[in-house]
């Protein structure tokens, strides 16, 4: 893994990277700070500035979520937040890219561009949630949906424009519209090799998401051997690809892989999102 990931950094030089969940592996207490420090080594190394969110297999072996948050967020490049814990989940929070200079796109620090990061959590908390009993899966709630909204409103007013800035979201569990993609495999790009694992409980992040406008893709993992982009009502729902060769389940015919995301504005205030991916023995390809 460290050698993909080094060639990668290398070959791409990020200006941010994103972890987007199931990252640390440690099977006894003895491992956890380990753990972190395994997966977080490459961009420390490097100095490149790095956000995180978590799995619903980072907290496994009794390593708590607050745990692991606790100890990327120690870390020197880390701008990993934990977040309000007046709602669910551990690590909700929004970075915001600022102008290096004056331009059309506004003056030097104005806020252009946002991220947002939201804790799909791991498995339904049955003593919160007595009334779910069929979901493997937690899912994104209500609380969760109206932080984004809140800050989305925030960001709009601050910025003075009619339109919220455009933005990305990141978060582990896919929702239950990604599945969608299956059907409609005419609005989707990439692979598909797996049945998407979503919550089989609903969450209204998607409606909001579209009822905004503000978000123009969300980045999902958990399904490690997916890699495809799905549009639907005009958002896209990808999957950030499978990375590390740890204790992650992978396919052998599946190369790992890391999805790149390139944010460009040009002089006359064009604003354009790309991504693709890099693959693992294939680097000099872009797919």
């Not at 708590?64 to 814990?85: C, I, Q």
């Not at 790149?260 to 354009?272: F, G, H, L």
């Amino acid at each position: 893994m460290t050698t993909f990931i080094d060639d990668l950094l290398d070959l791409e030089k990020p200006d941010l990277v994103v972890f987007s969940g199931d990252n640390a592996g440690a099977s006894t207490v003895a491992d956890r700070q380990a753990a972190v420090d395994a997966f977080t080594e490459r961009v420390e190394a490097r100095k490149i500035p790095y956000a995180v969110i978590l799995g619903n297999h980072d907290d496994e072996n009794g390593f708590p979520r607050e745990e692991v948050l606790r100890l990327v967020m120690e870390k020197n490049y880390s701008y990993t937040e934990r977040g309000p814990l007046t709602i669910d989940g551990v690590g909700n929070y929004r970075l915001s890219v600022q102008a290096p200079v004056d331009g059309p796109w506004g003056n030097a620090t104005d806020n252009v561009f946002h991220m947002y990061f939201l804790d799909s959590g791991s498995h339904p908390n049955k003593t919160r949630h007595p009334e779910v009993v069929s979901t493997l899966y937690d899912w994104i709630h209500p609380s969760q949906v109206e932080y984004y909204m809140n800050l989305s409103r925030e960001a709009q007013e601050e910025s003075g424009t009619l339109r919220p800035l455009p933005a990305v979201m990141f978060f582990h569990i896919p929702l239950q519209e990604h599945a969608q993609g299956a059907l409609e495999y005419w609005w989707r790009t990439g692979e598909m090799n797996e049945k998407v694992s979503s919550s089989s409980v609903p969450s209204t992040l998607f409606s909001t998401l579209v009822q905004r406008g503000e978000v123009k893709a969300t980045f999902s993992g958990h399904d490690h051997i997916n890699a495809y982009c799905y549009r639907r009502r005009g958002l896209q729902l990808c999957y950030a690809g499978g990375t590390g060769f740890g204790a992650a389940y992978g396919n052998e015919d599946f190369l790992r892989r890391a999805r790149v995301i390139e944010w460009t504005v040009n002089s006359a205030n064009e604003r354009t999102i790309t991504s693709w991916k890099r693959l693992y023995g294939r680097l000099d390809e872009r797919y």
